[in-house]
């Protein structure tokens, strides 16, 4: 893969918008992403692992799986790769593990940014490292506002259905 067609699919990723338009700044950015394939079937990332590396979707589809309490897998979004996808960004900020897991569900080919290359491009250059960690806080507080209303919707449906079932008397 070359330089120019990485550039290209990083302006697409939402997490480059700030920085699109700045050639320089873009180029840098291609410069510490790696390239991944794995075939349908396989697990490119596991939920409870140490997370290292951020993923960009560039051709395939994914699936993100969570298990339950009792260990049962479900299925919490599929991604194709013409929505310019990406998945893992927690681990550009910290080392905690892997909150999810994530299956190719076709032979899958990826744009890889690990994190301590992530960190040496911030300090190398302050303000890329900046933008892209600010876009990253953006898109991380979206997800908790969706999964904050989720908890909100979920607990209304509980208290309704208890409340049917008489457990509960509604005021």
Not at 20 to 44: F, H, N, P, Y
Not at 79 to 91: C, I, K, Q, S, T
Not at 121 to 148: F, V
């Amino acid at each position: 893969m070359n330089e120019q067609a990485v550039v290209e699919k990083l302006r697409n990723i939402i997490l480059c918008r700030t920085l699109k338009d700045d050639d320089a700044r873009m180029t840098k950015l291609a410069s510490i992403v790696t390239w991944q394939e794995c075939k349908a079937g396989d697990e490119v990332i596991s939920e409870g692992e140490e997370g290292r590396e951020l993923y960009i979707l560039y051709k395939g589809t994914v699936s993100v799986h969570k298990r339950t309490l009792d260990q049962e897998p479900y299925t919490i979004v599929t991604m194709r790769d013409e929505e310019d996808v990406f998945f893992g960004e927690l681990a550009l900020m910290d080392k905690e593990v892997r909150s999810a897991s994530v299956i190719a569900e076709t032979d899958c080919e990826f744009l890889v940014i690990n994190r301590e290359h992530f960190i040496q491009l911030g300090e190398e250059d302050p303000r890329l490292g900046l933008l892209m960690t600010r876009a990253i806080g953006k898109e991380l507080s979206k997800k908790l506002r969706k999964a904050n209303q989720d908890v909100i919707t979920l607990f209304e449906a509980l208290v309704g259905q208890v409340a049917e079932s008489g457990g509960l008397e509604e005021s």
